[in-house]
């Protein structure tokens, strides 16, 4: 997690991480706690990290606490300043990688390759080890410099996933457009998922969906 704004993305996409059996390592930036903190009142802390994850979690993306059920215990959490960590290492085993929100500050921060923090240093891990790395930019609009950093991200084989949602899916609800999002960033990942009703195109007039 970067210090865009956007944690009910972030929250949606670990949730069906976490329902769909993967192993979960987090990291979460300094710029995204105060994000955090801001988009919902939770202070998150290291040494009480499961705690605050799981009341985070709990939550919809209206913050209507207790939600959703979440089992956190299978998580593992890394300091943003920990660049000794398992992921700042190629021999760490991971599938992948998700940066949800991106902040324009942590594309250029990975287009540039400056791994500053623990974020950046796994995204450059994941490109140089050609693992699939999916970066959900949340910003508008977009200047010139941003533009050029996420092409250097595509041609470095990275996917630039914008967290714009659909409306075809028919949502009712602001966490089914959340959710949507959230679907298309594990659609990039190869992740399994039943978040959105996915388009199957028109039959005899009207639509299709499952």
Not at 113 to 129: I, N, P
Not at 175 to 190: H, I, K, N, S
Request: glycine share 12%; aromatic share 6%; hydrophobic share 45%.
């Amino acid at each position: 997690m970067s210090g865009a704004s956007g944690t009910p993305y972030a929250a949606a996409v670990l949730r069906a991480l976490l329902d769909a059996g993967e192993s979960v390592d987090l990291v979460v930036s300094r710029a995204s706690r105060l994000t955090l903190l801001d988009e919902t009142g939770i202070a998150f802390r290291d040494g009480h990290w499961q705690e605050d994850l799981r009341e985070w979690l709990a939550r919809g993306a209206d913050g209507k606490p207790g939600t959703f059920q979440v089992d956190v215990d299978g998580m593992r959490y890394w300091s943003a300043g920990d660049l000794a960590a398992g992921p700042s290492s190629g021999s760490y085993p991971a599938k992948g990688m998700l940066i949800v929100p991106a902040s324009t500050a942590c594309v250029a921060g990975v287009a540039l390759g400056l791994s500053k923090d623990l974020l950046q240093r796994a995204a450059s891990v994941t490109l140089k080890e050609r693992r699939p790395l999916v970066v959900a930019v949340r910003e508008t609009p977009l200047n010139g410099q941003t533009l050029r950093h996420l092409v250097s991200l595509d041609d470095a084989g990275a996917s630039v996933v914008p967290a714009s949602p659909a409306f075809y899916a028919g949502a009712t609800h602001i966490q089914d457009l959340v959710d949507f999002v959230a679907g298309r960033v594990l659609d990039a990942a190869g992740v399994a998922h039943r978040l959105y009703r996915r388009w199957e195109g028109e039959l005899g007039g009207g639509t299709r969906t499952t």
